[in-house]
């Protein structure tokens, strides 16, 4: 086979080769020789062998070791905490069981019945009882309380009550918290009434029963005289405030009954009396008591400021009150008709 011979470094190239393979000069000039290549086939390159580790020391092996003998080592506590809320909802908790198993315990409780009051100072008691006494626990309506019959009151010329004692189940009611007393035309002769309320708070409803005011003096005892008898007493507490004596009840009623006297002539005979200017009562006060006392009712606002103008006027009291009451309205003798006594 023929080759190239580079002339600059004697490198060998192939016969069509150009420029050498090594210095890339051209070989135009290149000598050609006869050269018996040889292939050598390129052997497999082996992997250079490690370099031997250093001896190590082999530490000595050591004793088993049980499991039971290893000791580990302790976690490091966690601090104690406290949960607040937790421990205060805990808390409320007990708090509210208690008062729950509280109520429970003294709600179940029944009440002791209370013995009613004594009389005092020897007036008149009357106890009432419940109708129902088999309930366990009162009824909230006193309507259901019956009361016996009260014994006559004797006339004082002063208020009368009764130191009533109320008991609903055995259980006593007390006056102002429980139940409220009211009453109606408790100071003349005749029949008073009295009147019984629950609070609302306990016990709710109401009732009534009366008893009688009597003087031992049989014309102002006479039940077809109570009218005449409330008119004369109230007209003695308007005009001279004070209740009438037994004596003065007994002459004033006779004499209206009687027809010796009109409704108007006692008017005058009581408010235009010594006793009564004797009280110096205004000219406002004045009318104020005759219209309570002769009228039965308080003076209106108009009427009071006209009638009180004419007096400022210079009209007298006893031609005021003789004009009201034979004022063509007729108010003054309604109420007489009313009362069964002659007017005017």
Known sequence: MRNKICTECNTINGERATYCRKCNASLDGAVLKEIEVQVIKEQPKTPPKPAPRPAQRVAPRAASVKREDIILPKRPAKPDVIYWPFVVSLILMFLCLALVFTFVITSGKDDEPAAPAPAQGGAVTTTATAAAETEAEPASDISEITIGDIAD?????????????????????????????????????????????????????????????????????????????????????TMLGRSPSIEELSDRVGRLVNGEITGAGMVDEIALSDECSARGLSDADFIGAFYQGALGRPADDEGLAYNTSLLAGGMSREDLINGIMSAPDGEFTAVCEEIGIEPL
Do not use: C, H, K
């Open 153 to 237: 009151q004797m006339y004082t010329g002063d208020f009368i009550t009764i130191p009533f004692s109320l008991t609903y189940n055995g259980v006593e009611l007390e006056e102002g918290t429980d139940y409220t007393i009211t009453y109606e035309n408790n100071i003349s002769v005749g029949t008073a009434d009295v009147y019984f309320e629950g609070t609302g708070e306990s016990y709710t409803g109401s009732f009534s029963t009366s008893f009688n005011i009597i003087s031992g003096d049989p014309v102002v005892d006479d039940p077809a005289n109570f009218l005449t008898v409330n008119f004369v007493t109230r007209l003695s507490w």
